[in-house]
């Protein structure tokens, strides 16, 4: 009896966890203490109590319910009714306990069993829905993992998410934060401002990016703000992920002097904080395998955030991240079809369709199918309504109709209305068995008079149903008015692009003179979104817009008649466009930015020889002109040295005066002032101090050229420490391939292979 008593207390104070040192090495520990490992290798044995369990939060999930209740009892008693004196219906069962879950799940897959569910010969069971409950939600569409969830004694129990609880060591475990770029911080506290620095960035955001998204509940959203901002120690993991990407957000709708002006540190310097702030707290909040909804809005505004700053490829395959989450949840099916509440419904609908028109432009810049995946279908999401945040809120008991006035969500409307118009097209193209990748909206024959006729009609719901209600003194019904037409004129110049007039031979004048005052109208609406005060603070969202196509088209025309009636008019409209959007001289990453420039140029050198030949003076060269002229030819001699410092060795005096005669300016350019001798000081120092050199970091290793021949190493390729030195050839191709065209248009198919293959330049 004693000796049973003393095993039993020799057990009891044993430990039932590993030490931390064998736990680290990842061998089995005897738990002794000291354990006979660290006894072996002489180093301290220490235990540490191992993490508590997860609190299950059921206070709060009843509260909530409790909550919801007295809401509807309150709305019951409005309508003249007492909730005490209600009655059950003969034919109802026993009430049940409160449930403290809120998951959708069809009573077969709750009480049912492989051997108990019964169906009808020919019937098979539908296992498609969605758990769901404060925020979260896990699609289920098969029958194995409806098979899992019914050994939940909760079914709530399988949306349990330890993004909140887990710490920043279990963080680490699952670090997935190579997908952003960046390595997660320990912590993100610090990072937050000052709470009356939220208040400002939460109210620019409010302001400048809500209008044009709306994937956030502004009412609902304001007081968690506001809680948070008053003690940053206490934010959910999920929330703060949210906090970071609104400052993010907020801070990209900025210009320089705004930044300066209202938040008192340049522009670049805020964005860098808060977008490497929101990377490390989506990544501590497991953004990859999340099923929170705010943790997707999050992820989205992100998105938002960096589109501009990233290169295509990257911002698209980052989409593709968040659609797969999205699709995890179940957003891309309706939430009424689903059975999940109606504001739930609203809030999937606004978000799914956010992320699938990023995604069809991010797609499209980078040469790809457009609307690939672009279904609407009785299941598939549907469009959300045009109603004002004030008239949604949590616990609604149905959606209420659309408005016939005008509400904060006309924008968006007027947005899914050309996205309903495009689904409908590429449902006719398919029903015809065209696959994806033919679609076009420049069709022949009956095809566009059909087309035609669709445009039409979509025109005038756009017109009767809302442009014809917008106050221009308004900024965002301004901003509506401007961009439906803007729409309207993509789609006229799409079905009458230029691309097509190869296959009719030959073009009539007055189509081409149609596609021309198109083009210009376009290159007109969108530097009026650009450039009009009223329209300041949402010209974030019109340079992502900008219609290439239609400039593309305006300056082969200019090219190929330099002297046509409008081409004054046409050069001023491409001066503002340039002014309007300077990222399109100095940032080199982007491929477009460059082929338009070379094409700007061509054009431009055309027109002042034309003059000269018909013996009239030529104006004096814009601007962007001259920046275009000067960035080449210091690319040029930037080019020309490093091509010397190779040769050098075998002939230095050769090489001098080569460096010599190249420092000097070209004598066929008026855009660059290389006769000051400092900057030909600063282009001698800086062209010819970072040769190129296969033993670089990141480079093939000792100069071994075997692993780029083989497409192992692409470091060469592009080196994204030196932008400039990446781009220069990239530049330099694309002026070879101009210069060899002088006589000829380039072609609509060149310029889709060089846009898709320069899409492989690392930003």
């Known amino acids: 009896m004693a000796t049973a008593a003393f095993s039993s207390s020799s057990l009891s104070s044993r430990p039932t966890y590993s030490c931390i040192r064998c736990a680290e090495r990842k061998v089995k520990c005897d738990r002794q203490k000291p354990c006979s490992a660290c006894v072996k290798h002489n180093v301290a044995c220490v235990f540490n109590s191992p993490q508590p369990p997860r609190k299950r939060h059921r206070r709060a999930k009843d509260q909530i319910l409790t909550d919801r209740l007295r809401h509807y009892e309150a709305l019951l008693q409005k309508q003249g009714i007492d909730p005490s004196k209600l009655t059950d219906p003969p034919d109802s069962k026993p009430p049940r306990a409160l449930s403290h879950t809120v998951s959708v799940i069809p009573e077969e897959v709750q009480l049912g069993t492989p051997s108990s569910v019964e169906s009808e010969p020919g019937e098979g069971i539908n296992n498609t829905y969605v758990l769901h409950g404060q925020g979260r939600f896990k699609l289920v569409d098969n029958t194995l993992y409806a098979r899992v969830v019914e050994e939940f004694h909760d079914p709530e129990d399988a949306l349990e998410d330890s993004s909140n609880d887990a710490s920043d060591i279990e963080a680490s475990d699952n670090d997935l934060s190579f997908v952003l770029g960046s390595q997660p911080k320990s912590t993100t506290r610090s990072r937050h401002p000052p709470p009356e620095r939220i208040h400002q960035l939460w109210q620019i955001f409010i302001e400048n990016v809500d209008p044009l998204t709306k994937i956030v509940h502004v009412p609902t959203v304001r007081p968690a703000i506001e809680k948070a901002a008053s003690n940053i120690a206490t934010i959910p993991r999920s929330f703060e992920a949210l906090m970071f990407s609104i400052y993010a957000a907020a801070v990209m709708t900025l210009n320089e002097d705004d930044c300066i002006q209202r938040l008192g540190e340049p522009r670049k310097t805020l964005l860098s904080r808060y977008i490497s702030a929101t990377k490390a707290a989506l990544s501590r909040a497991k953004f990859m395998g999340t099923i929170s909804l705010v943790v997707l809005q999050a992820l989205v505004l992100y998105l938002l955030s960096v589109r501009d700053i990233y290169e295509p490829r990257a911002v698209w395959s980052l989409t593709g991240v968040a659609v797969r989450i999205a699709q995890s949840m179940g957003l891309e099916r309706d939430g009424l079809s689903l059975g999940l509440p109606p504001f739930e419904t609203e809030m999937r609908r606004r978000l799914w369709w956010l992320l699938k028109t990023h995604d069809f432009r991010t797609a499209e810049l980078c040469g790809l ?367 070879y391939g101009v210069e060899n065209t002088d006589t000829q248009t380039v072609t609509w198919e060149q310029w889709d292979t060089w846009l898709a293959d320069s899409n492989l330049i690392p930003s």
Not at 625 to 654: C, F
Not at 718 to 728: A, C, F, K, Q, Y
Request: hydrophobic share 35%; charged share 25%; proline share 6%.
């Open 369 to 735: 199918v457009k609307l690939r995946d672009l279904y609407v279908g009785d299941e598939n999401t549907k469009y959300p309504i045009n109603v004002n945040d004030n008239q949604l809120y949590p616990g609604m008991p149905s959606l209420v109709a659309e408005s016939n006035t005008m509400t904060d969500f006309i924008f968006i409307a007027v947005r899914y209305e050309c996205i309903n118009f495009a689904a409908r097209r590429v449902t006719k193209f398919r029903q015809q068995g065209k696959s994806a990748s033919q679609f076009d909206l420049y069709a022949s024959g009956s095809d566009k008079v059909e087309i035609n006729e669709a445009f039409r009609e979509v025109e005038e719901v756009l017109e009767t149903k809302y442009l014809r209600y917008c106050d221009p003194s308004q900024p965002l019904h301004l901003l509506t008015m401007v961009m439906a037409r803007f729409a309207m004129n993509v789609i006229r110049f799409l079905t009458h692009h230029p691309r097509s007039w190869g296959r009719i031979e030959p073009t009539p004048l007055s189509e081409r003179q149609w596609v021309w005052e198109v083009s210009i109208k376009l290159l007109e609406q969108h530097n009026m979104l650009q450039s009009n005060p009223l329209l300041k603070r949402f010209t974030w969202h019109a340079a992502y817009f900008q219609q290439w196509h239609a400039f593309i088209h305006v300056l082969d025309t200019l090219r190929a008649n330099p002297l046509m009636a409008d081409a004054e008019k046409a050069w001023q409209l491409i001066s503002h466009k340039y002014e309007n959007t300077p990222d399109m001289v100095v940032d080199t990453r982007k491929p477009i930015h460059i082929a338009v420039g070379m094409l700007c140029l061509k054009a431009y050198s055309d027109r002042e020889a034309a003059l000269v030949n018909g013996n009239m003076c030529p104006p004096p060269t814009p601007k962007f002109i001259l920046q275009l002229r000067q960035q080449r030819e210091i690319a040029r001699i930037k080019r020309q040295a490093r091509e010397g410092k190779s040769s050098r060795s075998e002939d230095p005096i050769r090489y001098g005066q080569i460096k010599a005669r190249d420092i000097s300016p070209r004598p066929d350019t008026d855009a660059i002032h290389l006769s000051n001798t400092l900057e030909a000081t600063y282009l001698q120092q800086n062209t010819t101090s970072h040769p190129p050199d296969f033993t670089q970091s990141g480079g093939a290793i000792e100069g071994d050229p075997f692993w780029l021949i083989n497409g192992f190493d692409d470091s060469q390729v592009g080196n994204v420490d030196d932008v400039t030195n990446m781009d220069l050839d990239f530049m330099f191709a694309q002026d």
